[in-house]
């Protein structure tokens, strides 16, 4: 594989950007290698600038569900860009979006717009924070809920896969009111709440964890934790950042029946344009400023061009069949990985929710973050370059998800499959 323009983009970035990356995920540092410049993107395919074709299950990260430079939202995008970028005042697509998401699920009751995943978390947590008057807050080993101060701890993806889940610069005492539990384990959440009853403002979870491989939840899990924050009068949170969207129409909340206080949301409802919403119960999104005294603001929140992207893209999911069609496609798929990896007699786990799936070379079932750290990730690298080399472009990292588009057709999943059984061969 000729890869002589990447390498000579990566060393001068190296010299102005940290790592030569915008974001530390992005680099191919827990693989080997150097990262890959990419030119464009059609459907399901990515091309570098060395003219290098890939199959992409990245998908930027989740929001692509759509696959790259999908038409009709491009042209909605451009009649929208051609009446102005941003007005710092509102506008009627703010509204259209809001209710377009309500309407998908039905739990949230009022929406606020961000510009990114990490701000809804942060927000729905100083929502939380001022309505219940408490600090603390429990968060889930292994989730990852963006890079706020007090969350960047046992933080899932980029964080444990460059080995570094409490970063530096994260003072002891912002990361002093964060209580850790471990995911599926409700007893450990249970002992928390009990211990610091009347202090434990919110309760923050991936209901389908992404952030460390694809982790569900086990059994009755989120009803307990539901039934839990209830008993307790702690906020619920689902950090649907991820998974809003991608494991079905309605979310995982949708998927598994359970109500959320909070939901924090991104990706998706961006079409690939940076977004980030918050929302839920009236009675805590109404203490918001300006209807309520806790602060929240941004100079291009809710800006014309992602309400846009947004818009086109939950119409484009919400046609019948779409999220069944995905499925579809992820077992298809993750049957014949199943399959050539039972025949290359390599232990594995393998997960797949709605449209995010993933495996790790790992000898166990993999149920939380502590399990999950006992992946062979050497070996990961090691797969990771060998479907590079077959022309399909997976997650630079074992702690992260891969995602179906609508644009994967048949062909795709098939040549992925060739690679698959290829790349585990040459391992
Ligand atoms: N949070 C995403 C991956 N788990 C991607 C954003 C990033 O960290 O670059």
Redesign the pocket.
């Known amino acids: 594989m000729q890869n002589q323009q990447s390498n000579r983009l990566f060393a001068r970035a190296q010299a102005s950007i940290p790592g030569g990356v915008n ?4 680099a191919f540092q827990s693989v080997g290698g150097n990262p890959l410049f990419i030119a464009s993107g059609k459907g399901s395919q990515l091309t570098d600038v060395d003219g290098n074709r890939f199959l992409d299950y990245v998908g930027s ?2 929001p692509l569900i759509l696959g790259h430079a999908h038409e009709p939202t491009l042209k909605r995008i451009a009649s929208v860009m051609a009446r102005g970028l941003s007005f710092g005042a509102p506008t009627e697509l703010e509204v259209l979006l809001a209710e377009k998401i309500k309407e998908l699920m039905p739990n949230i009751e009022m929406i606020r717009m961000v510009n990114s ?1 990490t701000e809804a978390t942060m927000s729905a947590i100083r929502a939380a924070r001022g309505y219940t008057g408490r600090d603390k807050i429990i968060k889930f080993t292994g989730c ?1 809920h ?2 706020a101060d007090y969350l960047l701890v046992q933080a ?3 964080a444990t896969t460059l080995g570094a889940p409490n970063s530096p610069g994260v003072p002891a005492s912002f990361v002093a009111e964060t209580l850790l539990a471990k995911l599926n384990d409700i007893a450990g959440a249970r002992r928390l709440a009990e211990e610091y009853e009347g202090e434990i403002a919110a309760i923050i979870i991936e209901p389908v964890a ?2 460390m491989g694809v982790v569900p939840p086990k059994g009755d899990f989120l009803a307990e934790l539901r039934s839990l924050c209830d008993l307790h009068g702690i906020v619920l949170i689902f950090d649907e ?2 998974c809003g969207f991608r494991v079905g129409l309605g979310g995982a909340q949708g998927l598994y029946h359970v109500q959320p206080d909070l939901t924090a949301l991104g990706k998706v409802i961006g079409g690939g344009m940076p977004v980030g919403a918050y929302g839920g119960k009236k009675a805590i999104m109404e203490q918001i400023s300006p209807s309520g005294k806790i602060y929240q603001a941004g100079t291009l929140s809710g800006n014309p061009v992602a309400m846009a992207a947004g818009l086109a893209t939950l119409e484009e999911v919400s046609q019948p069949g779409f999220y069944e069609e995905l499925g579809r496609k992820v077992s298809w798929l993750t049957n014949e990985m199943k399959d050539a990896l039972q025949a290359s007699g390599r232990p594995y786990c393998l997960n797949a929710v709605g449209s995010m799936f993933g495996f790790w070379f790992i000898e166990e079932e993999v149920h939380d973050y502590e399990t999950a750290l006992r992946c062979d990730t050497v070996l990961y690298g090691k797969y990771f370059r060998e479907m590079l080399l077959r022309g399909v472009y997976m997650a630079p990292s074992a702690f ?2 891969a995602f179906m588009s609508a644009a994967h057709s048949d062909a795709d999943l098939e040549e992925t499959a060739k690679a698959f059984q290829g790349a585990l061969r040459a391992l």
């Not at 974001?23 to 992005?26: A, F, G, L, N």
Request: aromatic share 10%; charged share 10%.
């Open positions: 974001s530390p995920v992005r990260w989740g995943g990852y963006g890079h899932g993806s980029g992404g952030n950042v991820m992260e998800a």
